[in-house]
């Protein structure tokens, strides 16, 4: 069992910046792939970035690539968002996410999700 509480969440303007934070508990955190989804008012949950397990392998969205960058700290059973140049289409609800499978973008790969955290970006 893995339980994720995401954090770094808020409002910030078009071209500005943020990190959000996935909190992971449990023994087995560096035994699971990690990824990042987002889902905005009317739309489906989508696919934004991905880790290995180790965090050497990394696979992006095309609409994130180059302006986002995932990491993460086994010692610190956390996986960090960093979101630069940021567009208002950015704007949603994002969510940490821990697989057994292999940099998926697929969201039914996905074994554990946390709660959410919202951003919004203005124009």
């Known amino acids: 069992q893995v339980q994720l509480v995401e954090s770094g969440g808020g409002s910030v303007q078009a071209g500005g910046s943020l990190r959000l934070s996935c909190a992971a508990s449990g023994r087995t955190f560096s035994s699971y792939g990690m990824g990042w989804f987002r889902q905005a008012p009317g739309k489906e949950r989508e696919f934004v970035a991905a880790?290995?397990?180790?965090?050497?392998?990394?696979y992006y969205a095309d609409s994130v690539k180059g302006r986002f960058t995932i990491s993460r700290d086994n010692a610190k059973n956390t996986v960090y968002l960093q979101m630069n140049s940021l567009k208002p289409e950015d704007t949603a609800f994002y969510y940490c996410a821990a697989t057994r499978s292999w940099l998926t973008g697929v969201a039914g790969d996905y074994n554990y999700w946390g709660q959410g955290t919202q951003v919004t970006v203005s124009s």
């Open positions: 880790v290995s397990w180790s965090g050497g392998n990394t």
